[in-house]
């Protein structure tokens, strides 16, 4: 549903630079083909990079949950201003890579996959591996520093907000890369335009929608106040189904990094990506068909990103045991 409002979103826009070429094309024929050729690789680079897009909106959303009601916008525009940075660094770094090292895309992105997984993985060992009255008094700790206004909230917050732009990082770059794919037989001009526009549109309509949902809570508060008793309505089923969508949000969040991660690694891996893939063509012959063909490869590349996840994890911790060893030596 997200990645469907967001692809709508950017077709609106790809519109809008529709209108714009056309209107260039009465002042300057040629200088409107080149805008007519990345309006429409701009679309067809939306639409390729929507479902990830989805993914990039559970995450960073469930990022900011748990600041006071002042800081939510602020810590969506920290990350945002992360996000931007990002794609500064990640915009010429691809068009680099993709001129002198196109085979190391691969591989990076495999690394950051991987990185994803096990960021997935840590939080549900986290989850399993502490007790729930343990989780309640870091809850009420965190509850009760928010109503402290003694607390330096920028403070605790800089962990909350390197986590979100280094989880972004590597949505972005699988944006980017993917991004990229589509233009890579274009001019030189029209692959910057197309990353850099495609770049753009993506962090404002992301983060413009993650603003939205955590202030959800106070849209629901002001219409309560309203005269309308519809408006009350609505106001109330807000504020109930706002912990509800942010619970479900960090579970999605969660999912997402072991979709998105494990995806990068079977395509990273052609053997694995053509059985997941067939096993996919296989699944389309069973009942509701268009449905299994879409769920079991998205199945499976969770499984592999859960797999992976923990592997990378152990390799992490066996290597901090032995480094804590030989440090005590």
């Not at 602020?74 to 201003?81: C, F, I, L, R």
């Not at 003694?150 to 770059?173: C, N, P, Q, W, Y």
């Not at 998105?260 to 694995?272: C, D, E, K, M, Q």
């Amino acid at each position: 549903m997200a990645a469907g409002s967001l692809l709508a979103l950017l077709d609106d826009i790809a519109t809008i630079l529709d209108d714009v070429a056309l209107m260039t094309k009465v002042a300057a024929k040629k200088s409107a083909a080149m805008a007519d050729d990345v309006s429409v690789m701009t679309k067809v680079a939306a639409q390729k990079t929507a479902g990830v897009l989805g993914d990039d909106l559970a995450l960073n959303a469930q990022q900011v949950t748990g600041v006071r009601a002042e800081r939510e916008i602020p810590v969506v525009w920290a990350v945002a201003k992360g996000s931007f940075i990002n794609k500064v660094i990640l915009v010429p770094a691809a068009l680099l890579i993709s001129a002198f090292a196109p085979w190391a895309v691969t591989p990076l992105l495999m690394l950051g996959g991987a990185f994803l997984c096990f960021e997935g993985f840590e939080k549900v060992a986290h989850k399993l591996m502490h007790a729930p009255h343990e989780d309640e008094a870091e809850h009420e700790s965190r509850a009760r520093a928010n109503a402290n206004p003694a607390v330096d909230l920028v403070a605790m917050e800089k962990d909350k907000i390197k986590g979100a732009v280094r989880t972004d990082f590597i949505l972005s770059a699988e944006i980017i890369a993917i991004t990229l794919g589509t233009v890579a037989t274009a001019p030189f001009g029209q692959q910057v335009a197309v990353l850099s526009g495609i770049a753009i549109i993506m962090t404002i309509g992301v983060y413009g929608l993650v603003a939205g949902i955590v202030k959800l809570d106070d849209l629901g508060l002001w219409l309560t106040g309203k005269g309308s008793a519809a408006a009350r309505a609505i106001g109330s089923g807000i504020l109930r189904a706002a912990p509800w969508l942010m619970k479900g949000l960090s579970i999605a969040g969660t999912a997402a990094m072991f979709l998105v991660g494990g995806g990068i690694l079977v395509h990273g891996v052609p053997a694995l990506h053509h059985a997941v893939e067939a096993a996919g063509n296989a699944a389309s012959a069973w009942p509701v068909g268009w449905l299994w063909h879409v769920l079991v490869p998205n199945l499976l590349n969770a499984v592999v990103g859960i797999v992976a996840g923990g592997l990378v994890l152990a390799g992490v911790l066996l290597f901090k045991r032995i480094r804590g060893k030989s440090a005590s030596q």
